[in-house]
Nanobody
Framework: VQLTESGGGLVQPGGSLRLSCAAS????????MTWYRQIPGKSRELVAQ???????NYADSVKGRFTISRDNAENTMYLEMNNLKPEDTAKYYC??????????????WGQGTLVAVSP
């Protein structure tokens, strides 16, 4: 499975961005999908997660501002980010935990997309 991320960029405080993460490959089904973010010098932190049944989890710092969603038919995950703050500046990574038909449960990381929030 390969992941393709898109949607990062530079935005002013209070602005919005939408990140996408598309999973492609053969013989797999997705268990859950997660967005992480990382600032240089700090550990990667979970931002939002969506499991196969549609349940979602969010970091307290983004609750009410970010919305994670998923298009099951396209194996694509989205992160709608509203009311962005400078402290949201980071590189955002998608992570997909999936079940391969012969190899069992695996996970894969996207290449990351940079989000910068600045006046």
């Amino acid at each position: 499975v390969q992941l393709t991320e898109s949607g990062g960029g530079l935005v002013q405080p209070g602005g919005s961005l939408r990140l996408s993460c598309a999973a492609s490959g053969e013989s797999f089904s997705i268990n859950f999908m997660t967005w992480y973010r990382q600032i240089p010098g700090k550990s990667r932190e979970l931002v939002a997660q969506i499991i196969s049944g549609g349940s979602t989890n969010y970091a307290d710092s983004v609750k009410g501002r970010f919305t994670i969603s998923r298009d099951n038919a396209e194996n694509t995950m989205y992160l709608e980010m509203n009311n962005l703050k400078p402290e949201d500046t980071a590189k955002y990574y998608c992570n997909v935990n999936y079940r391969h038909s012969t190899m069992g449960n695996l996970e894969v990381w996207g290449q990351g997309t940079l989000v910068a929030v600045s006046p």
